[in-house]
């Protein structure tokens, strides 16, 4: 496995294995890497011959006073894992060959970044572009693997790419979760063993909301609004929890037959932020810790 932080190097090891008509996958991650990172990486094994990871801590996706200093960093640890899931390189770049000099220009976003985490996070998806369309210009894959847990991101990537003509194909993979279902996330080693028993309860309440709309709820707001009371009586402190449309990501109050919308929440337990999300459509695969493939009609009205 290739370990580099030079441009360059990288690189020529990509233009190499096109050279031998290999396609080329690409996972971007900050590290502390867990399974939810390991199933990106196996599910763009499987769309591409060879697999680039980036390890990169990026400092525009942190606004003052957020957790850029303490982010869990351990390169040793995540090389391991990313040798042992079959990556064929690793790109390592530090923040003076990724931002070099003085940067004058800058991606603004539109609507896609209004609500959800781009409402409490101003700026963050700015961040988010900035670097990945960088990792898109060097490394040039074929495809390139996201995790369904950061939705809003994928979507706002997913834009950014037929507007600035990536010739990229995107997947968006499903949530890989804990046994107990709370989604994997780096983050989670913030939580206290009390916070960590508590800390599925997000997720429940999504299945809960979800269930409901199964049976055939098609205006959520006051089963939502019951969800948020409960988590906050457990200690969270709510950033946001609703129904959005999927294309647009803006609040949906009524879900319409025909439509595709995100259940999507964030919260605060203790210092540790939580996202988690599941996808409605018509024909939903209910998503569970330990997914069944039960199908089921939706919106019924």
Partial sequence: MLVTDSIGELR????????????????PTMGAL?????ALIREAKKQAGRVVVSIYVNPFQFAPGEDYEEYPRDLAKDLLLCRNAGAAAVFTPDNELMYPGESYLTVEIEELSEEMCGRSR???FNGVVRVVNKF?????PDVAVFGQKDLQQYRIIEQ???????GIRLICAGIVREDDGLACSSRNLYLSDEQRRLAPSLYRSLLYITEQIEGGVYKPGLLISHQRSELE?????IDYLGTYSYDLLQPADILEKGHKYLLAGAVWLGETRLIDNMILTDELTREKARPSGKRAKIFRR
């Fill in 12 to 27: 020529s090891a990509v233009r190499l294995w096109k050279r031998e008509k290999l396609k080329v996958g690409f996972v």
């Fill in 34 to 38: 867990h399974e939810g990172h390991l």
């Fill in 122 to 124: 101003p700026g963050f």
């Fill in 136 to 140: 898109f210009n060097i490394v040039e």
């Fill in 160 to 166: 950014m790419v037929r507007e600035f003509n990536h």
């Fill in 233 to 237: 009586a457990k200690g969270f402190q």
